[in-house]
């Protein structure tokens, strides 16, 4: 295993024709799992609030529990690229509070890059994060921190002036100078446009195959819930059966007197 991969190299790839592979992770065995694969970058989401806290919305999570987790995936990994959430919060109240804020996540973890849900009125806290040396990442579509603006976790841009102003939006962004671009579950005709009209590399997530990368959140892509089932994730395993069922035989085995054995006894 070499060098950790830089947001310029995920760039590159871009140049290459090269797709880039992402994946959320909140703890050590999910970090060292995924180091241990070529997958490019790790998010450490604000999707904690919903598949890590059980909480029905990313709202409440904190600058505090971002940094926490944060810096666990970048000491449990070596090779991928490391990009953090700012948090509900954390960045809408003043440049000057997103700019510490983000300084604070970028210091006390080791990541690469944070990202930023939100289009034009971002912009000049994009502008100061990247005059301050901290790379970007913009987040366009459903932005699940507006959940109380919108109501609902439907397709977004399906409609002309929706998708006009995405479009608008993803050049107002690269225009400040943001490293990539996630668009999150819009139709795959208006991402492969928006993808076409950057140099930056955008990475979809219910965005359609012409994205220049895909992330998904690890947890949904595992299968830990099993009433999950969205028509973006692919479900590459089923770990909630997997694990009730050892979880089950654990308990019969305690249960009957089979467990422990006396191998497995001093
Ligand atoms: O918080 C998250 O996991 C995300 C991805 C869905 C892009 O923002």
């Known amino acids: 295993m070499g060098?950790?991969?830089?947001?310029?190299?995920l760039q590159k790839y871009k140049l290459k024709g090269r797709k880039i592979a992402a994946l959320t992770a909140y703890d050590f065995y999910e970090a060292k799992i995924i180091d241990s694969t070529p997958v490019d970058m790790i998010l450490i989401g604000d999707s904690l609030g919903m598949v890590f806290q059980g909480k029905a919305s990313?709202?409440?999570v904190t600058v505090?529990?971002?940094?926490?987790?944060?810096?666990i995936v970048v000491e449990?990994?070596?090779?991928?690229?490391?990009?953090?959430d700012m948090p509900f919060g954390s960045f809408q109240i003043s440049t000057e509070k997103a700019v510490e804020n983000a300084f604070r996540i970028v210091k006390e973890t080791g990541c690469n890059a944070v990202k930023l849900e939100g289009g034009e009125k971002i912009?000049?806290?994009v502008e100061q994060l990247v005059y301050s040396g901290i790379p970007v990442y913009g987040h366009l579509g459903l932005t699940p921190q507006s959940i109380n603006k919108f109501g609902s976790y439907k397709l977004r841009a399906k409609h002309d002036e929706e998708a006009e102003t995405l479009k608008k939006d993803a050049l107002l962004l690269e225009k400040a100078g943001i490293s990539g671009l996630f668009l999150e579950k819009i139709p795959a005709e208006l991402a492969k446009?928006?993808?076409?009209?950057?140099?930056?590399?955008?990475i979809g997530i219910g965005a359609g195959v012409n994205c220049d990368g895909q992330v998904l959140?690890?947890?949904d892509m595992l299968g830990f819930d099993s009433e999950i089932n969205f028509r973006f994730v692919r479900k590459y395993a089923d770990l909630n059966g997997i694990i009730k069922k050892a979880v089950e035989d654990y308990y019969?085995?305690?249960c009957s007197g089979q467990f422990p054995s006396e191998e497995e006894s001093y």
Do not use: G
């Not at 060098?3 to 190299?9: G, M």
């Not at 505090?64 to 810096?71: D, F």
């Not at 446009?193 to 955008?202: A, C, K």
């Open 123 to 125: 912009v000049p806290i």
């Open 76 to 84: 449990s990994t070596q090779n991928p690229v490391i990009v953090a």
């Open 217 to 219: 959140v690890l947890t």
């Open 58 to 60: 990313t709202i409440p």
């Open 3 to 9: 060098k950790r991969l830089s947001v310029v190299d």
């Open 64 to 71: 505090e529990q971002i940094i926490y987790h944060t810096r």
């Open 193 to 202: 446009e928006v993808t076409q009209s950057l140099r930056i590399p955008t």
């Open 252 to 254: 019969n085995d305690v």
